[in-house]
């Protein structure tokens, strides 16, 4: 019973292109959502976040987007860059609690 | 600020065995959470404290599972006896109550041969 979902396991783009990974919630009661990028042998560290009221916000080249009708989070980096290689993990508060429920993961290859 | 520190980074183990794996938390962080990774399922939750008390570990797989935070500032999660399906990375993460995102340790890697 996989709350947050990330169809797409892996994603391969080229330099400078847009980058988009998915993904999906079955929970209508997430407060806030997350994105965590993961290189190898590291811990997942934050990247951007969005509210449940909101439907997107931006940081830099990063951008999230929010679509509740559809319980459908997407991240966009543009333009994408080789350092960008990296695990890419969603993640959702449910309301009233401290913890995040998070994806299985999209890995994404920026092809120089 | 030295971040989450996990212990050890790797660990290999017989079936059967006693592990036990560490986390210190960030200082001033009350919350903190060990979560599994693994390849079919990512990043599981298995418990989480707040104030050093267990609010939610109804991820914990099994009564072979068991975590503990003594103080503020140290946790360990063991599994006793270890089995191979326990392979995984172990994450330990803190936050501070109601803040935003959590800081990840490293990671332990457990193999369990």
């Known amino acids: 019973d996989q709350q947050v979902k990330q169809n797409s396991p892996s994603l391969s783009v080229q330099e400078g292109r847009i980058s988009i990974l998915n993904c999906d919630y079955t929970?209508?009661?997430?407060?806030?959502f997350l994105w965590y990028k993961k290189y190898p042998a590291e811990g997942p560290t934050f990247l951007i976040s969005?509210?449940?009221?909101?439907d997107k916000n931006e940081d830099g080249r990063f951008t999230v987007f929010l679509n509740k009708s559809a319980k459908h989070l997407s991240l966009h980096i543009v333009p994408s860059q080789p350092g960008d290689s990296a695990v890419y993990f969603c993640a959702a508060m449910p309301s009233g609690t401290y913890k995040y429920i998070f994806g299985t993961g999209t890995r994404l290859k920026v092809l120089a | 600020d030295a971040g989450v520190i996990q212990s050890p980074r790797h660990e290999v183990t017989e079936m059967g065995q006693e592990v036990t794996l560490r986390c210190k938390p960030i200082?001033?962080?009350?919350?903190l959470f060990w979560y599994r990774q693994t390849m079919m399922r990512g990043l599981e939750l298995l418990i989480y404290f707040n104030n050093n008390v267990p609010i939610d570990d109804s991820g914990m797989p099994e009564d072979r599972f068991s975590a503990k935070m003594p103080n503020a500032s140290f946790s360990t999660l063991k599994i006793q006896p270890s089995e191979p399906r326990d392979s995984a990375v172990y994450f330990c993460a803190s936050s501070r109550q109601g803040g935003f995102g959590y800081t990840f340790g490293s990671g332990t890697r457990l193999t369990v041969v």
């Open positions: 929970n209508s009661m997430f407060d806030y």
């Open positions: 969005i509210s449940s009221i909101k």
């Open positions: 200082s001033g962080h009350n919350s």
